[in-house]
C-alpha cells in the first residue's frame, strides 16, 4: 500500500479520541518515532532494552495487551547528537495502542524508555494526551507498507501456528 504523506487518505480521514486515525495498512496498525535522547542516557536505552526482555522472560504474556507483532529499536547519530528509532507494528488502533501502554507500563511497574527522550511529558502516566501528542509530534510515516500475510493478526498467526504444531504431533502419531 503506498501511503500519502502525512500517514492518511485525504478525504477519508476518520478522528479517533486523539486525532486523525492512521489506516490499517498490509502490515496492521503501526508507528514509527525518532527523537534525540537525553544526553548521557544512551546506556539508559541498552539496560531498559535487557530489562523488557526480562520481563517477557519471567512473564512471557506481559507485553500481550499491546497485540504486537513486532518491536524495532535503533540508535544512531546525527551530526554528534544521538537520536532513538522506535517502530512497532500491532493490531489495534494508534489510540488503543497508546492507552494500553499507558496503563501496562503504569501497571508493571516498569518505566517507559521514552522518559529519557528529550521532551517527552514527565506527567506520561497520567496524561495520556501528552503522551499521544508527543509520539504524534514524532511521528515518520511511512510512505509504503507489504505484508507477506497481509491484515492478518498476530493473534491469526500463533493460532496458525499451534493448528501447525498439533497437526504435526498427529502425524507423527499415525506413523
Same mark, same amino acid.
Given at each position: 500500500? &503506498?501511503?500519502?504523506?502525512? !500517514?492518511?487518505?485525504?478525504?477519508?480521514? *476518520?478522528? /479517533? #479520541?486523539?486525532?486523525?486515525?492512521?489506516? $490499517?495498512?498490509?502490515?496492521?496498525?503501526?508507528?514509527?518515532?525518532? &527523537?534525540?535522547?537525553?544526553? !548521557?542516557?544512551?546506556?539508559?536505552?541498552? *539496560?531498559? /532494552? #535487557?530489562?523488557?526482555?526480562?520481563?517477557? $522472560?519471567?512473564?512471557?504474556?506481559?507485553?500481550?495487551?499491546?497485540?504486537?507483532?513486532?518491536?524495532?529499536?535503533?540508535?544512531?547519530?546525527?551530526?554528534?547528537?544521538?537520536?532513538?528509532?522506535?517502530?512497532?507494528?500491532?493490531?489495534?488502533?494508534?489510540?488503543?495502542?497508546?492507552?494500553?501502554?499507558?496503563?501496562?507500563?503504569?501497571?508493571?511497574?516498569?518505566?517507559?524508555?521514552?522518559?529519557?527522550?528529550?521532551?517527552?511529558?514527565?506527567?506520561?502516566?497520567?496524561?495520556?494526551?501528552?503522551?499521544?501528542?508527543?509520539?504524534?509530534?514524532?511521528?515518520?510515516?511511512?510512505?509504503?507498507?507489504?505484508?507477506?500475510?497481509?491484515?492478518?493478526?498476530?493473534?491469526?498467526?500463533?493460532?496458525?501456528?499451534?493448528?501447525?504444531?498439533?497437526?504435526?504431533?498427529?502425524?507423527?502419531?499415525?506413523?
Amino acid at each position: 500500500m &503506498a501511503i500519502p504523506e502525512g !500517514g492518511v487518505h485525504p478525504g477519508e480521514v *476518520e478522528s /479517533g #479520541r486523539y486525532g486523525p486515525v492512521f489506516p $490499517k495498512t498490509p502490515a496492521c496498525y503501526g508507528f514509527t518515532i525518532v &527523537a534525540k535522547i537525553i544526553p !548521557g542516557r544512551e546506556g539508559v536505552f541498552r *539496560e531498559h /532494552g #535487557r530489562t523488557l526482555e526480562h520481563a517477557v $522472560k519471567d512473564q512471557p504474556d506481559i507485553l500481550a495487551p499491546l497485540k504486537l507483532h513486532y518491536l524495532r529499536w535503533v540508535l544512531f547519530e546525527i551530526k554528534g547528537e544521538t537520536y532513538f528509532m522506535y517502530q512497532g507494528i500491532f493490531d489495534t488502533d494508534f489510540d488503543k495502542y497508546t492507552e494500553d501502554a499507558v496503563t501496562l507500563f503504569s501497571q508493571s511497574g516498569i518505566s517507559t524508555v521514552f522518559e529519557n527522550l528529550e521532551g517527552f511529558p514527565a506527567d506520561w502516566k497520567t496524561n495520556t494526551p501528552a503522551f499521544v501528542e508527543f509520539v504524534r509530534a514524532h511521528q515518520c510515516s511511512s510512505f509504503l507498507e507489504y505484508g507477506e500475510y497481509p491484515y492478518v493478526s498476530a493473534d491469526e498467526i500463533k493460532k496458525a501456528l499451534r493448528v501447525k504444531a498439533m497437526f504435526s504431533q498427529m502425524l507423527d502419531q499415525m506413523q
